[in-house]
């Protein structure tokens, strides 16, 4: 189990990279985008902060970053997941994990669920940008699961 995670989250890295490369080549960056690509990658430190135990509270969910910082965060994402996912065991995937959300409300989750909802957020989130750069005249860039496998990643 742990070298499907391993997989998705490289699968992650592999399709926030393009993304980045994408919004970084654009003559013409819609905004929306630049928005929603920093906070899926705020949104991944969250999860790998709650992972790890420690209270994210102080972690800002929506930050208002430019390029450059999206492009720092994209490499100690990867970097930190990777590091995350190596040293966990299959029997530490049905562990629970505890942590307050933004507005202090405590929940408990499994490590395995987390994961899952880490990879699926980001997904949605590539989907929204593909949209915004569609809906600006511009071509997006396939982040597909498949054309990650196809590439032979």
């Excluded at 189990?1 to 997989?7: A, S």
């Excluded at 013409?28 to 929603?36: E, F, G, M, Q, S």
């Excluded at 995937?93 to 899952?116: C, M």
């Excluded at 957020?121 to 593909?130: L, N």
């Amino acid at each position: 189990m742990k070298e499907y995670y391993l997989r998705l989250f490289h699968h992650a890295d592999w399709a926030n990279r393009r993304v980045l490369t994408l919004l970084q080549n654009l003559s013409a960056l819609p905004d929306k985008a630049r928005r929603v690509f920093a906070h899926l990658l705020a949104a991944e430190q969250v999860w790998l902060t709650r992972l790890r135990g420690t209270a994210s509270s102080h972690l800002e969910s929506w930050p208002d970053h430019a390029l450059e910082k999206c492009a720092a965060q994209v490499e100690v994402n990867a970097a930190e997941y990777r590091r995350y996912l190596e040293t966990l065991t299959d029997a530490m995937l049905n562990f629970t994990i505890t942590y307050r959300n933004s507005k202090g409300a405590e929940f408990s989750n499994s490590v395995h669920d987390t994961l899952t909802h880490v990879s699926l957020h980001g997904s949605y989130h590539r989907g929204q940008i593909a949209q915004t750069i569609r809906g600006a005249g511009l071509e997006p860039v396939n982040t597909d699961f498949i054309t990650f496998v196809r590439e032979g990643k």
